[in-house]
């Protein structure tokens, strides 16, 4: 206890200018000043890794994202969704890529205003793509003389243009009205078991007044399974997967899969565990992210989060899941859910953590979940509201974010990830903690500029004497750079480093520990 203690009285040490670091110092005996130095690193924060969305392309825009995907085909393109009713796919073996409008259905689409809960939503591609050339979307409109509806359909692409689809082909195979234009869910995916999971929420306003949540004779407040491949008998264009939970019932639709959700925004699959991981957008206490089981009932409108809804104390919990993660307002407002980290080149220490954000808070965050325990952590604040999340070919994480002039933002641990970012050209300037930290006898010093211009980077000791000069006043291009510094011939002890430029200045700590 005392020790700890000792620990957090010594980390505001980093805290303190450097002439009063320096004259703490110099009573002290140089072997335990360093030891104690060296636990301060190990056990406060400064080790943590640091984490950026990058804007990688800083030419493309697009007008109210709502999703990202990928292909299931051998070409490396992504797909992003407009609310407004178009979708464009990125060639991404160019830099920057070349975007086209694979497809546009505006005309079909009610998206009124940006912030609305309506419009164009998601997409999601056959596994059999590459033969079959089937993609579905989900979609609001409102038809002549009709209420607000949202429509599951299928499209085709182009049998000689795989950038082209045809909208001549659309195909209904399920549709919802809408009580109100918002809680839409807005989420269409294949599952694992090649079937087609559906999101969609309550039906809107606040409360759910019509009690959707924990209807099952309806559709509204469920994620939903159906089989494409196999139209029944007479019946729709899809039929019921033999496995799903209500599978011959006449009481509760045989659609769904899992109930009891207030606005499942978004979902996506990790391949490897199996599991199914939502974020169910809350009401007015608590946002959270679900393991998602057949089945399962995950409350609302009875609880929000792990916490009672209606009544507001001693609801009735039996049979309900409660969230692996729930979050106070104060961390998320509106939550948008991720993916689970699998082989990034960019992001090695989150591997097999799902990363998400909030649209309100604009945080990004990530969990480790082990089958029992779930551990939250934030990464960063973003500059922008994030609506969804994607995946390219070689694992990189994408945020979406949500505007006019709307950006794909790729998430980078600087610590490793900045020599793999070519040309980027970032949106800001900062200078990042050097890694590793502490070090012995080299680190990695690494800085972003937006534009070009002249740049120095110097290295000082503990005294403001200039140890060593890594950018000399030197005229560089807009983009990332790494510096190494090399300490072989240097005592251990506490190092400064400096980034100057026209706009720009900082300097950032570092230990030497020999």
């Known amino acids: 206890m005392y020790l700890f203690v000792a620990f957090n009285r010594l980390h505001l ?17 140089t072997k335990y000043f360093f030891l104690t130095l060296l636990l301060v690193f190990i056990c406060g924060s400064s080790v943590k890794a640091q984490y950026v969305l990058q804007d990688v392309y800083p030419s493309l825009t697009f007008n109210a994202t709502t999703e990202c995907v990928t292909a299931p085909d051998a070409a490396n393109r992504l797909f992003v969704v407009s609310q407004k009713g178009i979708i464009y796919v990125l060639n991404m073996n160019v830099n920057p890529p070349t975007m086209k409008v694979f497809l546009d259905i505006s005309s079909r689409v009610s998206s009124s205003s940006l912030g609305s809960e309506v419009g164009l939503l998601g997409l999601a591609f056959h596994p059999s793509y590459t033969t079959n050339r089937y993609f579905f979307v989900d979609f609001t ?6 209420s607000l509806t949202s429509y599951i ?6 049998p000689t243009n795989p950038d082209s689809a045809l909208r001549s082909t659309e195909t209904i195979f399920l549709t919802q009205a809408q ?4 809680h839409n869910g807005g989420k269409v995916a294949f599952g694992p078991d090649g079937y087609l999971y559906i999101s969609f929420g309550d039906g809107g306003s606040g409360g759910d007044p019509q009690g959707n949540g924990q209807n099952r004779a309806t559709f509204l407040g469920k994620i939903l399974r159906i089989d494409v491949n196999t139209p029944s008998p007479g019946g729709p264009l899809y039929s019921i997967p033999p496995t799903n939970p209500y599978f011959g019932s006449t009481a509760y639709k045989q659609e769904i899969f899992s109930y009891g959700m207030r606005n499942p925004w978004k979902f996506s699959f990790d391949l490897p565990t199996g599991r199914l991981w939502c974020a169910d957008v809350g009401q007015s206490a608590r946002e959270e992210v679900d393991i998602i089981v057949s089945g399962g009932n995950y409350g ?5 989060g792990n916490i009672c809804y209606s009544p507001s104390s001693g609801c009735d919990t039996s049979g309900k899941i409660k969230p692996i993660v729930d979050y106070g307002r104060t961390d998320c407002t509106s939550i948008t859910g991720g993916y689970v980290v699998r082989s990034s080149p960019q992001l090695p220490q989150l591997e097999g953590q799902y990363v998400l954000g909030d649209y309100g808070t604009k945080k990004v965050f990530a969990i480790s979940y082990n089958g029992v325990t779930a551990t939250s952590t934030l990464l960063l604040t973003a500059s922008s509201a994030i609506s969804s999340w994607g995946v390219d070919k070689s694992n990189n994480v994408y945020a979406c974010t949500y505007a006019s002039a709307g950006k794909l933002l790729r998430l980078v641990d600087t610590r490793v990830g900045v020599e793999n970012l070519g040309n980027i050209v970032p949106d800001q300037y900062y200078l990042l903690q050097n890694y590793p ?22 290295v000082y000791d503990n005294a403001g004497k200039i140890v060593q000069t890594l950018v000399n006043n030197e005229n560089l291009n807009s983009g990332t750079y790494t510096r190494e510094f090399n300490a072989v011939n240097l005592s251990s002890g506490v190092y400064y480093y400096k980034l100057t430029t026209n706009n720009f200045s900082e300097t950032k700590k570092m230990l030497l520990v020999k």
């Open 437 to 458: 930290n502490p070090f012995n006898p080299a680190t990695k010093i690494t800085f972003a500029l937006p534009q070009s211009g002249n740049a120095t980077l110097v």
């Open 13 to 29: 040490l980093f805290t303190i200018p450097k002439i009063f670091l320096k004259k703490l110092y110099t009573p002290m005996k």
């Open 179 to 182: 009580p109100y234009s918002n």
């Open 141 to 146: 409109n409102t038809p002549s003389g009709g």
């Open 300 to 304: 609302w409108n009875v609880m929000e």
């Open 153 to 158: 359909a299928r499209y085709e692409v182009s």
